[in-house]
T-cell receptor, first 116, second 116 residues
Framework: AQKVTQAQTEISVVEKEDVTLDCVYETRDTTYYLFWYKQPPSGELVFLIRRNSFDEQNEISGRYSWNFQKSTSSFNFTITASQVVDSAVYFCALSEPTSGTYKYIFGTGTRLKVLA | DVKVTQSSRYLVKRTGEKVFLECVQDMDHENMFWYRQDPGLGLRLIYFSYDVKMKEKGDIPEGYSVSREKKERFSLILESASTNQTSMYLC???????????????FGPGTRLTVL
């Protein structure tokens, strides 16, 4: 069955620390997509990144980086030199084109608190 | 700037009332979604629609119905609100195309519904 696990419910770090948010997924499909979203206190989820199952190249965007490893079914998200504005709930999600639906399977989210 | 708007940020209703939650997107997206977000459970899909007048049940459709009479508008209806429907409701939309599972979803700010 498809599943996304974000085992870290809440993480607190001090500003400028690096932090990694874990995401482990389960799927039987060979083609799938993984996503990360950020939900700031305002409530609106904001798209951060999408990864195709055939593309295991890691990605860096400014202070954000993503490590996709099919061998461990993980798609982890690292924030380098965290800032207070990074405080939010972060969701990992999975979609499968062969499922016949357009839905995402979301993890339960990780609340990140960055303290000044 | 892409936008998904929801009719209310906060709503308080009484048990047994009929409740309408409205969502409008201005991106000409084919797909629209309703989720509910509860602590520890992440986002769960209630219904989605891939075209005008078309709808599909998500994971938790019981107690809800939807309406999509126009492409830009997707309504969630609670026929007879109950206290266990107290939750944050999030609307999202996405482009259709040939591979809708690939496309990121754009979210509204959410409606926090309290049923007394």
């Amino acid at each position: 069955a498809q599943k996304v696990t974000q085992a870290q419910t809440e993480i607190s770090v001090v500003e400028k620390e690096d932090v990694t948010l874990d995401c482990v997924y389960e799927t039987r499909d060979t083609t799938y997509y993984l996503f990360w979203y950020k939900q700031p206190p305002s409530g609106e989820l904001v798209f951060l990144i999408r990864r195709n199952s055939f593309d295991e190249q890691n990605e860096i965007s400014g202070r954000y980086s993503w490590n996709f490893q099919k061998s461990t079914s993980s798609f982890n998200f690292t924030i380098t030199a965290s800032q207070v504005v990074d405080s939010a709930v972060y969701f990992c999600a999975l979609s499968e084109p062969t499922s016949g639906t357009y839905k995402y399977i979301f993890g339960t989210g990780t609340r990140l608190k960055v303290l000044a | 700037d892409v936008k998904v708007t929801q009719s209310s940020r906060y709503l308080v209703k009484r048990t047994g009332e009929k409740v309408f939650l409205e969502c409008v997107q201005d991106m000409d997206h084919e797909n629209m979604f309703w989720y509910r977000q509860d602590p520890g459970l992440g986002l769960r899909l209630i219904y989605f629609s891939y075209d005008v007048k078309m709808k599909e049940k998500g994971d938790i459709p019981e107690g809800y119905s939807v309406s999509r009479e126009k492409k830009e508008r997707f309504s969630l209806i609670l026929e007879s609100a109950s206290t266990n429907q107290t939750s944050m409701y999030l609307c999202a939309s996405s482009f259709g195309g040939t591979n809708p599972s690939y496309n990121e979803q754009f979210f509204g700010p959410g409606t926090r519904l309290t049923v007394l």
